[in-house]
């Protein structure tokens, strides 16, 4: 940690001597930057630096080590977790990635984009589809995310399944450490056995190790057909099994496999007026996506005919329809009133056993809170909230979380931990979840990170005071 | 370094008390695992450790560690860069792994596999296949390497196009680190932002960050169809077009795609007494295959309707003289006489340019030399073999080779880092590549990895002399 929360006024200085032009500390240009999305955290600072380009954060990352100064990157600033935000009390300097903005080159027959940090998902997605390839990782907030701050985080989607996190699709990664010097690896190699990867090593630290300047990322092939259904079972398990028998069956095509409870499907459709998919009250649903190069109804169709009922979209329309339906449940379930929310993760065979289990663990230690889960089946991701009492009004669901939030999450994470879960499927660590992380990870992996951190950031300038 | 070569006996006396029953120093029992099996590394040592299980092998490690001796793990030994020799002046002690040989659990629905270090892959494949799944990595060494050393040197082989390298198939790693202590990673997680990856880290780090004890491994269902053909073009870059066209059309089921020149295959067919596939002089032949749940015979012919000429397999028995063809070139061009061998890769859309310009370079600067590049044009990987002028007869291309084996080796490498590729696609650096990475690579990684090295294994003593 650095001796003193304020920044010496002569380092401050030296620093903007090395920034040149490419520095502001005017505080309307830095005050969308000092707070997260959900205005849950905010930070200050004395200084921003917005870099034009590779070497010349190399150049100021270098003066800050000589002074010891904590810098803090900062991409789309979409976290979840206040990875991107300074500390309150203006101890660290922000480094406002977003002129590291060009896309460098897109290679159509290697199947490879080079592209800065603060290239922005939908604008990445736009250019592979510009020369018929697709970039296979997506989430809500693309139109503000980064590329840096999605590596950092390790971000993930409702594409995992298949496509795997952000991790999976790094092949090569341009960085400035924390000594200034500059890691040159955008090469894209698929075959590469000269030591350790460092490239994924910096992929989910979360700007600790290190400040991820430009990629080199992975395209596929868009798909040529797509197949949407939704089918009703009566448990967890028989998604699983019906997972399992759709994976067998198009041989890993499943794009897509989402799990909701029933009443989870009944606000969403309630919220968007729309009916219900299923007539029957299938006590959880499911909605499945294959993707491929040849047509993929019958597939599914026969896929689906083990579940207790099923419905395969015959239209473009009727597919969004299907996917409305999941993608406005997180709101619906906030606008229905206050919850305390989890973003974690079990291995994916021990799901089913966890969302009965859990669920009934917490609603008996939380009377009242009513547990709705759902998520990513496929790849193990939960949506675990628990809502406040029903009938209580606004005010007294807020009271309720506000007063057991803290107790409910530490059971969630325990019993997560127990089930070798991780109490951070997506989001990552950063500041909010640091604790449970000390409390509940393995010791000898902590220790492990903890030194590689000091090794290569041994004045912990590098966004101080997150993940660890 | 350790400060002196010889192992203090006080020490060693303690490390067999830690041992128990589980080592040995018979020399006959230790001498197959001093060699490599091309026989040209011996290494020389003490103690040869035979760990029962990962309790035992931690408790041997933490007194390696407060005694400060060196150890050197071994798998299968049947690397190519000599990882897992110990150094010819006894200096370090052997861990011979093979007792962790057990298969911890197969999970079908999570399509995932826990395995020790030591399970052969080849048994690994059955055990995929008895529950109709596969694991999509195999090598020609399938029969005696082990998931381990194939982890520790992020094996490749012919389906990494489609599956990647064992990097990619690593789902979890228990692991003893350097100090003793047990990093216990096998939940096999598909999504878990808790901070950096240390499983990835383990991968490639050929066993000087610690010793891998077990992993849980991915699985993917076995495709229900195959399509397996030849095609005859004009140049590498007809073929790298080729290939984007089957991928295109196949939405990336494409899973392997090998390119030979024609001399290569002509050597081949002679060697197996089989007629070439096709008639006419094409300069470059291609094998391709297609895996994938439904038929693919149709879509080959549409995608290699671009070849200049080619044939589809029209049954099992062709399908496997076609790989026959490619798979016995290697051995084919050992035995027309001596050569210098290069395990290489570039990116992928570079390929046919290095092909091409490399061996122009190479054959111009070492007059006689015949360049004969073949390999995996999906994922850049290059078998880029120098061999010694026609007509000297097998002494004189041997002499031929020991001249100028390493003026040729220089001048490849640095054509291949001239092109953004790696000196070692496959087989790691070990302690024969060594000083061309430390003359080739980026300075800025190799500091941050030797930083690494260095906070997790502070003493060296884990596999020291390798790779850095």
Do not use: C
């Not at 590329?147 to 989607?157: E, H, P, Q, R, S």
């Not at 341009?174 to 894209?188: Q, Y």
């Not at 919220?271 to 499945?288: K, R, S, Y």
């Not at 491929?292 to 169709?301: D, F, K, N, V």
Request: charged share 15%.
């Amino acid at each position: 940690m650095p001796a003193s929360p304020a920044i010496d006024p002569a380092a401050l200085t030296a620093l903007k001597a090395a920034a040149g032009a490419d520095w502001t500390d005017d505080a309307d240009l830095m005050a969308p930057r000092l707070v997260d999305w959900r205005g849950k955290l905010r930070g200050a600072t004395p200084l921003m630096l917005m870099p034009r380009d590779t070497a010349a954060l190399a150049g100021m990352v270098t003066v800050a080590a000589a002074h010891r100064i904590p810098l803090v990157p900062q991409g789309g600033n979409t976290g979840l977790v206040g990875g991107g935000i300074p500390p309150a009390d203006g101890s660290a300097v922000l480094v406002n990635l977003s002129r590291l903005n060009r896309i460098r080159s897109l290679d159509a027959a290697g199947q490879l984009v080079t592209a800065e940090a603060a290239v922005i998902l939908a604008d990445l997605h736009a250019a592979a589809e510009a020369v018929g390839l697709m970039f296979p990782l997506s989430l809500g907030a693309k139109g503000s995310a980064t590329l840096g701050g999605l590596a950092a985080t390790n971000a993930g989607g409702v594409q995992v399944l298949r496509h795997g996190t952000m991790r999976a699709l790094v092949a090569g990664i341009e960085a400035v450490l924390p000594d200034g010097s500059i890691v040159n690896g955008l090469s894209g190699l698929v075959k590469d056995n000269t030591g350790p990867n460092l490239a994924q090593l910096l992929v989910g630290a979360e700007g600790t190790l290190g400040i991820i300047t430009a990629l080199t990322l992975k395209l596929v092939p868009q798909p040529r057909h797509r197949a949407v259904g939704w089918a009703g079972v009566a448990s967890p398990h028989a998604a699983l099994a019906l997972l399992q028998g759709l994976q067998t069956l198009s041989g890993g095509q499943v794009e897509s496999f989402e799990l909701m409870p029933a009443d989870g499907v009944a606000l969403s459709a309630a919220f968007l007026g729309q009916a219900p998919p299923l007539a029957g009250a299938h006590a959880w649903q499911i909605l499945v996506e294959l993707a491929g190069p040849q047509p993929l109804a019958e597939l599914l169709a026969e896929g689906l005919a083990a579940a207790d009922d099923a419905v395969i979209a015959q239209s473009e329309g009727q597919a969004r329809a299907l996917w409305r339906l999941r993608e406005e449940l997180p709101l619906a379930e906030r606008r229905e009133g206050p919850a305390v929310h989890h973003d974690i993760a079990v291995p994916v065979s021990r799901l089913p056993d966890f969302a009965l289990s859990a669920t009934a663990a917490v609603e008996a230690a939380f009377p009242g809170g009513r547990v709705i889960a759902f998520g990513h089946l496929g790849d193990g991701n939960l949506h675990f909230n628990v809502r406040a009492p029903r009938g209580e009004g606004p005010d007294a669901g807020a009271a309720w979380v506000a007063a057991r939030g803290a107790g409910v999450t530490r059971l969630v994470h325990d019993l997560v931990a127990a089930a070798g879960g991780s109490i951070s499927a997506e989001h990552g660590i950063g500041v909010l979840k640091r604790a449970d992380l000390a409390r509940l990870g393995d010791p000898a992996r902590l220790a492990a990170l903890k030194a590689i951190k000091h090794a290569l950031d041994p004045q912990d300038i590098m966004n101080p005071g997150k993940l660890y």
